[in-house]
């Protein structure tokens, strides 16, 4: 398998302060990364994580989202 064509999905746990930073390596990278979706305790930063980032799918419980 090629390294450079490898296509990675991902997904964000905790939406806080610093995740800012992880979204924007993810957009930075979108010719290999998915960001598929994020997940939080508190839903309101779940869901707000979710429509910053084109609306992927936001979870408040670990479990459900993997």
């Given at each position: 398998?090629?390294?450079?064509?490898t296509r990675?999905?991902?997904?964000?746990?905790?939406?806080?302060?610093?995740?800012?930073?992880?979204?924007?390596?993810?957009?930075?990278?979108?010719?290999?990364?998915?960001?598929?979706?994020?997940?939080d305790i508190?839903?309101?930063?779940?869901?707000?994580?979710?429509?910053?980032?084109?609306?992927?799918?936001?979870?408040?419980?670990?479990?459900?989202?993997?």
């Amino acid at each position: 398998m090629n390294p450079s064509k490898t296509r990675y999905r991902i997904a964000v746990v905790g939406c806080g302060r610093i995740s800012k930073n992880h979204f924007g390596a993810i957009a930075t990278n979108q010719e290999r990364m998915d960001l598929v979706g994020v997940c939080d305790i508190v839903p309101e930063r779940a869901e707000e994580a979710s429509r910053a980032n084109g609306d992927v799918p936001w979870f408040t419980d670990l479990d459900a989202m993997l």
